[in-house]
């Protein structure tokens, strides 16, 4: 993979989501909170940090490329065969908004257009969530409603009939609005046997032809705007502590339905249930102790409150404890072992616009517009313990092992708080056509999407393609010395001192000659 360039990173500016499917690690359960805080210092010293140079290959046989939606921005028909309100129903009617999700893309009414456009990008997966109150529009399974249950088998068998497999999300931020009335929706403790009750239903009912599943997508915007600053539904805001406890609940929901999966159809089914997590990435404008820490810090406290119960020690990241003390819902010894390990695979969403830079001393951060994935990953590497591969650029040369990635989004849709302000879609959607026409838009995301998915990756043109590393060769005299630092200090002694000899040697043989 010795091939490099200077070739602009398209999809990496016109992609402002992206996400990555990291395969589980045995040895994560036993990883020590804090070893990412080395990586700032590794790519400190490469010769091209960050993404500024471009390597060409392949990914390995079987890479998953997706496309991705949810469920309140493209389905629409917010009242139609019986579904019932969800908190954003209720959210983007509070008299301050200009546009809902009534309608969006339309997606129920227009499934197998939404198919067309999958099969004709080339992606083997489709991510999309299924909509809680379209289900069980009061929330629970009392409320069961076939009309919904019918959409989504009829919308996995045209996936199947396309030969695209489904990543199906549960939830996606569109709670029954009856459950945010009745229980005070992610705030009350009870939530956690809805949850689980409602997960069972669903893989039970679609189980069969899915294999991969995200229970809750983005836990730290739920908790965090959403009964925190109230900047999403349901736009709970007041209490600096409420997002804690919410946070707490959603683990716990989260673990709840992955062990139900885990006991009653992981066996018959086959599949893998993770959490999805967003992630900012922050740099230290200068290489010093206390910058660092704090980098550290700020990514355990948005992507390790929920990484580290689930892919940790079953706990909060140490930085998130000592700074919130009380505020922070203690874990007991039964509550951790419950969380630790609940994750088959580590779902990451992250973009450009999560990207800071710690600008001065004072610790505040500045947005930047770099995606800076590649640190991000080699970072979970480190803090959960996945091998630290040292070759040279790339996600899969870092030891990382990426095996997926999700473009956002399929097509225009409702984009939550910033309503119909921004159009994410490879396909452009006219709201103004009573079929809420899709066409593919002539920008180079789309073509080099398509392109790269054709080809597997960014193969040199002209020259036969090379695969990334699915691993890095290991050393074992490396290993070796690593492990025994004294044997190493003598051997390396002991190799400077015959390379010593060696040239006394050889210098003292050419004075003879010279004198003769």
Request: glycine fraction near 10%; include cysteine.
């Amino acid at each position: 993979m010795a091939h490099r360039s200077s070739a602009p990173r398209v999809l990496a500016r016109r992609w402002v989501l992206l996400a990555a499917w990291l395969t589980a690690c045995p040895a994560c359960a036993s990883a020590k909170s804090g070893a990412g805080i080395r990586t700032w210092a590794r790519f400190n010293k490469l010769p091209y940090p960050g993404d500024k140079a471009f390597l060409h290959g392949t990914f390995p046989p079987g890479f998953m490329w997706a496309v991705g939606t949810a469920a309140y921005q493209v389905e629409g028909a917010f009242d139609k065969d019986g579904k019932g309100p969800s908190i954003w129903d209720t959210f983007t009617r509070d008299g301050n908004r200009m546009a809902t999700g009534d309608v969006g893309s339309d997606s129920y009414h227009n499934a197998a257009a939404d198919v067309r456009a999958i099969r004709q990008l080339g992606v083997s997966h489709y991510r999309f969530s299924l909509s809680w109150p379209r289900i069980f529009p009061n929330g629970t399974r009392g409320s069961l409603n076939e009309a919904g249950v019918r959409y989504y088998r009829g919308l996995l068998a045209r996936l199947k009939e396309a030969r695209v497999e489904p990543v199906v999300t549960l939830y996606h931020w569109d709670l029954p609005d009856a459950l945010q009335q009745r229980l005070g929706g992610w705030t009350n403790p009870d939530m956690v046997e809805v949850f689980r009750d409602y997960a069972d239903y669903c893989f039970r009912a679609f189980g069969d032809d899915v294999r991969w599943w995200i229970t809750i997508d983005n836990p730290f915007v739920v908790a965090r705007h959403g009964y925190g600053t109230g900047v999403v539904a349901p736009g709970v805001k007041g209490d600096p502590d409420l997002p804690f406890r919410v946070g707490h609940v959603l683990l716990k929901a989260h673990a709840a339905a992955w062990h139900t999966y885990d006991r009653n159809y992981r066996r018959r089914q086959g599949g893998r249930v993770s959490m999805a997590l967003a992630s900012h990435w922050v740099r230290p404008r200068r290489m010093r102790a206390e910058s660092l820490r704090e980098c550290q810090c700020s990514l355990e406290h948005v992507l390790g409150w929920f990484a580290g119960p689930l892919f940790g020690d079953g706990d909060y990241p140490a930085c998130m404890k000592a700074r919130l003390g009380a505020r922070l819902p203690a874990l007991g010894d039964e509550e951790r072992r419950h969380l630790r390990g609940t994750a088959d695979f580590f779902a990451l969403s992250h973009g450009a616009t999560l990207s800071f830079q710690l600008v001065n001393d004072s610790l505040k951060f500045g947005q930047q517009e770099e995606l800076d994935l590649r640190m991000l990953l080699y970072w979970v590497s480190a803090e959960y313990n996945w091998p630290d591969i040292f070759v040279v650029q790339t996600i899969a040369v870092d030891g990382v092992k990426v095996v997926g990635y999700t473009a956002w989004s399929l097509m225009d849709g409702f984009e939550w708080h910033r309503e119909c302000g921004i159009r994410r879609g490879l396909y452009y959607v006219d709201f103004n056509t009573p079929d809420m026409k899709r066409e593919p838009k002539t920008s180079a995301s789309l073509a080099n999407y398509r392109n790269i998915i054709r080809h597997n990756g960014f193969p040199v043109q002209g020259a036969p393609a090379q695969r990334c590393p699915l691993a890095a060769r290991p050393c074992p005299g490396c290993q070796a010395l690593a492990k025994r630092p004294v044997v190493g200090f003598l051997t390396l002694l002991g190799s400077a001192t015959l390379i010593t000899l060696a040239l006394v040697v050889y210098y003292a043989s050419r004075r003879h000659k010279d004198a003769y």
